[in-house]
């Protein structure tokens, strides 16, 4: 029997096996459907104790909007104010499981007011069930949560065409609301949509194939999901992060940096950079939960120490060598703003990204996105809900990801300084992985290339204006020192003293020169070139 090894050494990746967790989430427009059909499958799938039931037809009776049946949306709607106006305003999570599969639902709200809760809900999602009203077709707020779940990275879609019973299970209707949608979300990046044809209120196709669309070949809803494989996560991707949230520091003789895994797997003995200031050390123990291991993989929390003494800090993010975060002070991103008063080029807010924490301006407004046929269209504002694509400058720099590549570190929000609510959500676009080595690429450099960049730095490049200029200073201070210098042996005096002379009117001169324009500088006065008196 060969040794036992740490519990997380081998890793697990369990995506799209039987026993996997499913995160899903419920969308679409206002009165769709969408609480009536999660509570229709937790009742279907037995989730629903004997009391719940009891207190089910008590609601209904006052609540309901099903006359004597149950309303199984009251399942979900737990607000009062949701129970009295029939609508959904809070993101609701449950929890259930079946024989095959154990779930985690979000019940998102369909009222465009409440778009933020939505978002919130599909951030953790691996899969949207958007619900389409049979009678209405696709709506604005079908397109826009699609749009929204497209941009938060879900890419499996189940379109469960609800109220079918009131269209008379009309394959037609069925087949034309299929082709509006995959029109409509050609561009959206999604790599399966699968269509489900369904009565939440009677429970048709919702746990079982209904004998009333025995022109649909396909699964019932909730099998379909009990089947269905979720694409794996990059986890095992090269490179590995790890963001800082807390130094631990407990006596004298121990300092960890513990955080979750945002990105691959990191070991023992791997050599990192610490961003963004880029010192290097490499890992000397990994700390999880259970003790002591050898290596940790993306989505689990561990404290690690480093071999060398090196600073880090809360915000800061350990990183490998190879496919490391950028650092970036200026991010390219796209928003879905949710401040009740519109976003203006020039606004300020505070910036959170994964563990840190920057003052964050917005210098550009560069187009908002048109709901309705997902054009980008000029705009100089983004009224609530709105999408749109901003330039943000922050005033430190931080370790970026693109948003696709990784979530943790390419997603963030941005606070308003003075309500301390959140305004929008923040997705980073155009960063690639950083590739650090051994060696910073100006530390690469041979001397002489470095020698010459430094000097195109200070005196610009060759043929430039700052180049020209200074040559032109440069001139003008020689010939007027060999002039005095000439003066000063007709005179007399000796040749060393010339010199001498010559040099200190070379040397200091400037100098001087510079310190009187400091002196007499006031704002809006032009300043002296070099020379320009005697």
Same mark, same amino acid.
Not at 187 to 200: E, M, Q, R, T
Not at 225 to 231: D, F, G, N, R, S
């Given at each position: 029997?060969?040794?036992?090894?740490?519990?997380?050494?081998?890793?697990?990746?369990?995506?799209?096996?039987?026993?996997?967790?499913?995160?899903?989430?419920?969308?679409? *427009?206002?009165?769709?459907?969408?609480?009536?059909?999660?509570?229709?499958?937790?009742?279907?799938?037995?989730?629903?104790?004997?009391?719940?039931?009891?207190?089910?037809?008590?609601?209904?009776r006052?609540?309901?909007?099903?006359?004597?049946?149950?309303?199984?949306?009251?399942?979900?709607?737990?607000?009062?104010?949701?129970?009295?106006?029939?609508?959904?305003? &809070?993101?609701?999570y449950?929890?259930?499981?079946?024989?095959?599969?154990?779930?985690?639902?979000?019940?998102?709200?369909?009222?465009?007011?409440?778009?933020?809760?939505?978002?919130? @809900?599909?951030?953790?999602?691996?899969?949207?069930?958007?619900?389409?009203?049979?009678?209405?077709?696709?709506?604005?707020?079908?397109?826009?949560?699609?749009?929204?779940?497209?941009?938060?990275?879900v890419?499996?879609?189940?379109?469960?065409?609800?109220?079918?019973?009131?269209?008379?299970?009309?394959?037609?209707?069925?087949?034309?609301?299929?082709?509006?949608?995959?029109?409509?979300?050609?561009?959206?990046?999604?790599?399966?949509?699968?269509?489900?044809?369904? *009565?939440?209120?009677?429970?048709e196709?919702? #746990?079982?194939?209904?004998?009333?669309?025995?022109?649909?070949? @396909?699964?019932?809803?909730?099998?379909?999901?009990?089947?269905v #494989?979720?694409?794996?996560?990059?986890r095992?991707?090269?490179?590995?992060?790890?963001?800082?949230?807390w130094?631990?520091?407990?006596?004298?003789?121990?300092?960890?940096?513990?955080?979750?895994?945002?990105?691959?797997? +990191?070991?023992?003995?791997? @050599?990192?950079?610490?961003? $963004?200031?880029?010192?290097? *050390?490499?890992?000397?123990?990994?700390?999880?939960?259970?003790?002591?291991?050898?290596?940790?993989?993306? @989505?689990?929390?561990?404290?690690?120490?480093?071999a060398?003494?090196?600073?880090?800090s809360?915000? &800061?993010?350990?990183?490998?060598?190879?496919?490391?975060?950028?650092?970036?002070?200026?991010?390219?991103?796209?928003?879905?703003?949710t401040?009740?008063?519109?976003?203006?080029?020039?606004?300020?807010?505070? +910036?959170?990204?994964?563990?840190?924490?920057?003052?964050?301006?917005?210098?550009?407004?560069?187009?908002?996105?048109?709901?309705?046929?997902?054009?980008?269209?000029?705009?100089?504002?983004? $009224?609530?809900?709105?999408?749109?694509?901003?330039?943000?400058?922050?005033?430190? $720099?931080?370790?970026?990801?693109?948003?696709?590549?990784?979530?943790?570190?390419?997603?963030?929000?941005?606070?308003?300084?003075?309500?301390?609510?959140?305004?929008?959500?923040?997705?980073?676009?155009?960063?690639?992985?950083?590739?650090?080595?051994?060696? #910073?690429?100006?530390?690469e450099?041979?001397?002489?290339?470095?020698?010459?960049?430094?000097?195109?730095?200070?005196?610009?490049?060759?043929?430039?204006?700052?180049?020209?200029?200074?040559?032109?200073?440069?001139?003008w201070?020689?010939?007027?020192?060999?002039?005095?210098?000439?003066?000063?042996?007709?005179?007399?005096?000796?040749?060393?003293?010339?010199? #001498? +002379?010559?040099?200190?009117d070379?040397?200091?001169?400037?100098?001087?020169?510079?310190?009187?324009?400091?002196?007499?500088?006031?704002?809006?006065?032009?300043?002296?070139?070099?020379?320009?008196?005697?």
């Amino acid at each position: 029997m060969g040794a036992q090894r740490p519990a997380n050494d081998e890793g697990q990746n369990v995506e799209g096996s039987a026993r996997a967790l499913l995160r899903f989430i419920t969308c679409g *427009s206002v009165d769709d459907g969408k609480s009536t059909l999660i509570g229709r499958i937790l009742y279907e799938a037995g989730a629903v104790f004997d009391d719940q039931l009891g207190a089910l037809e008590a609601d209904s009776r006052k609540f309901g909007t099903q006359g004597a049946a149950p309303d199984f949306a009251l399942l979900v709607d737990g607000l009062v104010a949701e129970r009295e106006q029939g609508i959904t305003i &809070d993101v609701a999570y449950r929890y259930f499981s079946t024989e095959a599969r154990s779930f985690i639902v979000a019940d998102t709200p369909g009222h465009e007011q409440y778009t933020r809760n939505m978002a919130t @809900g599909a951030s953790t999602a691996d899969l949207a069930i958007i619900l389409v009203d049979a009678r209405k077709g696709l709506l604005p707020q079908t397109r826009r949560h699609s749009f929204i779940v497209s941009l938060v990275g879900v890419r499996q879609i189940v379109v469960a065409v609800n109220k079918m019973d009131l269209v008379g299970y009309d394959e037609a209707v069925f087949r034309q609301i299929e082709h509006d949608y995959r029109a409509m979300a050609a561009g959206l990046g999604f790599s399966s949509i699968d269509f489900i044809p369904v *009565s939440a209120r009677d429970g048709e196709n919702v #746990t079982q194939a209904s004998r009333l669309t025995p022109w649909y070949r @396909g699964s019932a809803l909730l099998p379909f999901l009990e089947a269905v #494989t979720i694409a794996a996560e990059a986890r095992e991707e090269a490179g590995f992060a790890l963001p800082v949230q807390w130094v631990n520091r407990p006596d004298l003789d121990f300092r960890g940096y513990a955080g979750m895994v945002a990105q691959g797997r +990191l070991r023992v003995g791997d @050599g990192v950079a610490i961003l $963004p200031s880029g010192r290097r *050390s490499s890992i000397a123990r990994v700390l999880a939960p259970s003790g002591e291991v050898s290596q940790a993989s993306a @989505g689990q929390s561990v404290t690690i120490t480093f071999a060398d003494e090196v600073d880090a800090s809360r915000g &800061d993010v350990i990183a490998s060598l190879a496919d490391a975060p950028s650092v970036r002070q200026e991010l390219q991103a796209r928003l879905l703003w949710t401040g009740e008063a519109a976003l203006r080029e020039g606004a300020e807010f505070i +910036l959170k990204l994964a563990t840190a924490t920057a003052n964050a301006s917005v210098t550009q407004l560069q187009h908002r996105l048109d709901v309705e046929s997902f054009a980008e269209v000029p705009a100089d504002s983004l $009224p609530m809900n709105a999408i749109g694509q901003v330039t943000l400058r922050l005033d430190r $720099p931080l370790a970026v990801h693109d948003y696709s590549r990784n979530r943790e570190l390419g997603g963030f929000i941005l606070i308003e300084r003075l309500s301390n609510q959140t305004v929008a959500f923040g997705f980073v676009e155009g960063v690639q992985p950083a590739r650090l080595g051994a060696r #910073t690429a100006e530390q690469e450099l041979s001397l002489p290339l470095r020698l010459r960049r430094a000097m195109a730095s200070g005196v610009g490049r060759p043929g430039s204006a700052q180049r020209r200029a200074f040559a032109s200073g440069l001139s003008w201070r020689a010939g007027s020192s060999l002039a005095l210098a000439g003066a000063t042996i007709a005179l007399g005096a000796s040749g060393g003293l010339a010199a #001498t +002379l010559a040099v200190g009117d070379f040397v200091l001169r400037p100098l001087a020169h510079r310190a009187h324009k400091r002196l007499w500088r006031r704002p809006g006065a032009g300043d002296l070139q070099d020379g320009a008196g005697i």
